[in-house]
């Protein structure tokens, strides 16, 4: 048996309704070749559909989209499972100000 990463992508429903909110998930799974842990993959995923009721008492239901990428990991110490390199927009100056700071330049411009 190897050993691949699946991603998982369900679809959240609230009422029958599409929410445009969706859970992604990481899973492991083991099959003896990429075709065996994609069906592997699809099992385990069907399985974990879910439809339930929230506190508020709406129908709330979790909907398989699909299984996204298969990935087969190496299982030794410290193999590498997951990376992501994030791009952020800097913000040229932050939109609120500590009050400490307010204060203080307040009272330098009274000079």
């Not at 083991?30 to 008492?57: I, M, P, S």
Request: glycine letters at 4%; hydrophobic letters at 40%; one cysteine or more.
């Amino acid at each position: 048996m190897r050993a691949y990463t699946a991603q998982i992508i369900y679809r959240i429903k609230c009422d029958g309704i599409s929410t445009e909110q969706y859970e992604e998930q990481w899973r492991l799974i083991h099959g003896v070749d990429a075709r065996d842990a994609l069906f592997q993959a699809r099992v385990v995923a069907k399985e974990e559909e879910a439809t339930f009721v929230d506190r508020h008492g709406r129908t709330v239901m979790w909907e398989l989209v699909a299984v996204k990428d298969l990935q087969e990991v190496n299982m030794k110490h410290g193999a590498l499972l997951f990376s992501e390199v994030k791009e952020v927009t800097p913000i040229a100056s932050p939109v609120w100000v500590e009050p400490a700071t307010v204060a203080t330049q307040t009272a330098d411009n009274c000079h």
